[in-house]
């Protein structure tokens, strides 16, 4: 069935570095890819989508790759900030289907 | 705020019992989704409903259930509990059916079984 699956499982940076997480999918049917961020205590909120037919979206200092034909996408943070810190979540889903997949979690620490 | 409220946050009890959890989707959603979330964990799907019936199932046990009402608001039973249904349960609300539509979570319902 499908698959997503994420790495690294912890990522630890310093303030000002660059994080960079990614995710692999196994049904080449998807076609929709967010990410979520959740914070201690907190559900996951959504931070950014990209959907199939673009291969690049930035939102400030976030911004999300995909490569179809890889299978693959990544999640790019520039500039982290302590407030980055934080369980990042891929996923994801196929027009027509029901079920979102997640991968595992990166768990980012951003030291200051 | 993503809009969606789940009651109650906290939910303690004993091996054995049995809670219900109680979902409010964002206003205009039709679809809702239980996920269970373990320690350190990543979200495990459990099922989903929309508009009512239910469109696609997880990872749930026998002892859980669920349900959709009427007025869009989905309860998640949980019976027999062990010790290792203690979690974090989450809620989410779409607009449509399509696992393509963004996913709106709630605050969780924190259970601890003693």
């Known amino acids: 069935g499908e698959n997503v699956e994420q790495h690294p499982s912890t990522l630890s940076v310093q303030e000002g570095d660059s994080a960079v997480i990614k995710c692999t999918y196994s049904?080449?049917?998807?076609?929709?890819f967010p990410w979520y961020k959740q914070e201690l205590g907190k559900g996951p909120q959504l931070i950014i989508d990209?959907?199939?037919?673009?291969g690049e979206k930035k939102d400030q200092r976030i911004a999300v790759t995909l490569n179809k034909t890889a299978k693959h996408f990544s999640l790019h943070i520039t500039e982290t900030q302590p407030e980055d810190s934080a369980v990042y979540f891929c996923a994801a889903g196929i027009t027509g289907g029901f079920k979102t997949i997640f991968g595992a979690g990166t768990r980012l620490f951003v030291k200051a | 705020d993503s809009g969606v409220t789940q009651t109650p946050k906290h939910l303690i009890t004993a091996t054995g019992q049995r809670v219900t959890l109680r979902c409010s989707p964002r206003?205009?959603?039709?679809?809702v989704y239980w996920y269970q979330q373990s320690l350190d964990q990543g979200l495990q799907f459990l099922i989903q409903y929309y508009n009512g019936e239910e469109r696609a199932k997880g990872n749930i046990l026998e002892r859980f259930s669920a349900q959709q009402f009427p007025d869009l608001h989905s309860e998640l039973n949980l019976s027999s509990l062990e010790l290792g249904d203690s979690a974090l349960y989450f809620c989410a609300s779409s607009a449509s059916s399509s696992s393509t539509d963004t996913q709106y979570f709630g605050p969780g319902t924190r259970l601890t079984v003693l």
């Open positions: 206003s205009g959603d039709l679809s």
């Open positions: 049904d080449s049917a998807s076609n929709y």
């Open positions: 990209i959907r199939s037919n673009v």
